[in-house]
Structures are given as structure tokens and as C-alpha cells.
Nanobody
């Protein structure tokens, strides 16, 4: 069992930056690949970024590539999402997720077993 708690987010103007953090508790965190997903009102949850358990490999949605960066610190059981050059279309609730096959970068939400509570990110134009 893994528990995930997100923090960060908030309100920012377009072009600005925000950082999200995800604190994990439970089993050996480095065994788990971790992803960030987001869901805007009236839309389906969509993949944003993922990172393997070791942190050696990452994947990004085309819409955020070059603007967002996912990272992790296994010694602290933390995963981060640095979001730069934010756009109004990035407005959504952002979720941290984890799954136990740490070497696989799943980009669909149904492969993730554990989820955080979600954190609102709002980008004003």
C-alpha cells in the first residue's frame, strides 16, 4: 500500500511557473513508477508526465513537453512536477499516481493503483 499526498499548485498568470510535490508513504518508494495526471472541468483525466522508480527514465505528454519537468527524490519519498511557461489550458486538478512496476512508464490512468487527492492549478490569461 502506498499513500500519496500532493502539495503546491495554486493560481498563477499565464507564462508563470508553479511546482507540485507528491509525498509518498508506505512501501519502498523506489519500486514504484510515478505519474502526474490532470483533469479539467468537463474533460477526461489525461496523462501529463511519468518517471520510473529509479528516476532514470521519464515520459511527457506532447502538450507539456519542454515546459514541464518531473523528478523524484527516493531518499525523501518525494516526486515533483515543475511547471513552466504555464498556459490557461493547463488549468486543471493535478493528481499524483503510483504503480508497482517501477521500470514501466504507463501513460494511461488505468495502470496506476494509487492516487493522491488532487491539487488545483489555475492559470489566468
Amino acid at each position: 500500500q502506498v499513500q500519496l499526498v500532493e502539495s503546491g499548485g495554486g493560481l498563477v498568470q499565464a507564462g508563470g511557473s508553479l511546482s507540485l510535490s507528491c509525498a509518498a508513504s508506505g512501501r519502498t518508494f523506489s519500486d514504484y513508477a510515478t505519474g502526474w495526471f490532470r483533469q479539467a472541468p468537463g474533460k477526461e483525466r489525461e496523462f501529463v508526465a511519468a518517471i520510473t522508480g529509479s528516476g532514470g527514465n521519464t515520459a511527457y505528454a506532447d502538450s507539456v513537453k519542454g515546459r514541464f519537468a518531473i523528478s523524484r527524490d527516493n531518499a525523501k519519498n518525494m516526486v515533483y512536477l515543475q511547471m513552466n511557461i504555464l498556459k490557461p489550458e493547463d488549468t486543471a486538478v493535478y493528481y499524483c499516481a503510483a504503480q508497482p512496476r517501477g521500470f514501466i512508464l504507463w501513460t494511461t490512468s488505468d495502470h496506476y493503483n494509487y492516487w493522491g487527492q488532487g491539487n488545483q492549478v489555475t492559470v489566468s490569461s
